[in-house]
């Protein structure tokens, strides 16, 4: 099996959500990460390491013109840092590409049954904590 395979269905996906959505991959996983941790307010650093970023790279992301329209920034009332959360433009624009997400994951499992389509997604997932592990060693 050619695991660069796996490169070229990202690299269709990016350009799927971005055809349907208008929104580049870093827009992507902050939209997606509000939105499955019910749009809580969080300060920038927090948010940072979640999504596995640096501080300034997530600073740039969200100084990106349409990034600051899907955003709320605020000043933290307990110290200096900055709280970000996902606007009403913003959770709009997140249910529009979960429905796209569906669509496209839809597409892809077109030849599986729901279970099959279950189980690969699992195997899968394996297949990415691995892929984590394997930078751990390097």
């Known amino acids: ?78 110290d200096s840092s900055k709280i970000v959360n996902l606007s009403e433009a913003g959770a709009a624009k997140a249910r529009e590409l979960k429905k796209t997400l569906t669509k496209i994951e839809n597409l892809l499992f077109i030849y599986f049954d729901r279970d099959a389509a279950n189980f690969f997604i699992k195997q899968l997932s394996r297949v990415a904590d691995t892929s984590v592990s394997l930078e751990k060693m390097e």
């Open 1 to 78: 099996m050619d695991v660069l395979f796996f490169s070229t269905i990202a690299d269709r996906v990016k350009k799927e959500i971005n055809h349907k959505c208008g929104l580049n991959i870093s827009q992507t996983r902050i939209l997606l990460f509000f939105d499955e941790n019910e749009n809580q307010a969080l300060a920038m650093g927090k948010l940072a390491e979640a999504l596995n970023i640096s501080l300034s790279t997530l600073s740039r992301q969200l100084q990106q013109k349409k990034t600051k329209s899907f955003i709320n920034i605020a000043r933290s009332e307990k």
